[in-house]
């Protein structure tokens, strides 16, 4: 391929949320796509309120057990806008590999069998290799927030490799709900502006996930996913661009337990 044309390929804003966002959450769920508008601004992050190292011990028990895309067994559909898109997916953990996501919806209409093959052949393949847990730096954790209700936690990530110039600039946090021992919300932040690359900036990158309350035999299920990243390509052209999905009609799908 051309050096121009792989250039382009490079800071095409799709690839940027690929390479940058999501191989660090590792969000099975997401379909990328891109909006102009930006979701409202979060606060910055107050000081933190102390450092624990080690990290406790149920903390992390509980890192190692979190699923971005929630428990096992459950089915669900999920409602993605951005970038003048509006797309529906179900997603069921019953049927072998790619088979598992259906394009249901595309634009508001119901999807054609040639949209569906494209989606088939074109969809973003999870890594599961590629998981957030595996990327905190474990020898310590910021309390950011504390109630009586939860407590908000906040980690530094370990970069993955020599080419990874992401990771040190970018923070974890998990707000841990006390009487449930799930997290409400997981959030995957830079901390400062970093340059991607030589003539890529990223100002803000960000994701964030919100998880609804276990409730009358359900378990914690994933309610939202948003994420959104700006900065500036070749000093002078900036970007805003983000994606948000909902979910909903969750279903426990799972085998039933075989009796003897």
Known sequence: MPARLRLIRALNLTVIFR???????????????????????????????????????????????????????????????????????????????????????EKGAPATEEQKQRYRETRPVFDASANLAGQLDRTRVEVVARTAERTTYQFHLVPQGEKDRTALHMRARFTLEHASHTFSRVELFNAEPFKAASSLTIEEARTTLEYSAPAEGRPALPREISMHVSGRRFWFRDFTETVVSRFSEHENVARPATVP
């Open 19 to 105: 390479r940058i966002v999501l191989p660090l959450l590792a969000l099975a769920t997401l379909a990328l796509t891109a909006c102009s508008e930006p979701p409202p601004a979060t606060p910055a992050a107050p000081p933190a309120l102390e450092t624990l190292a080690p990290p406790p011990a149920d903390l992390l028990t509980a890192i190692d057990s979190f699923r971005a895309e929630g428990p096992k067994g459950w089915a669900f559909t999920q409602t993605t806008t951005g970038g003048g898109k509006d797309r529906v997916e179900r997603y069921n953990p019953r049927l072998p590999g790619p088979d598992r996501w259906t394009l249901l919806t």
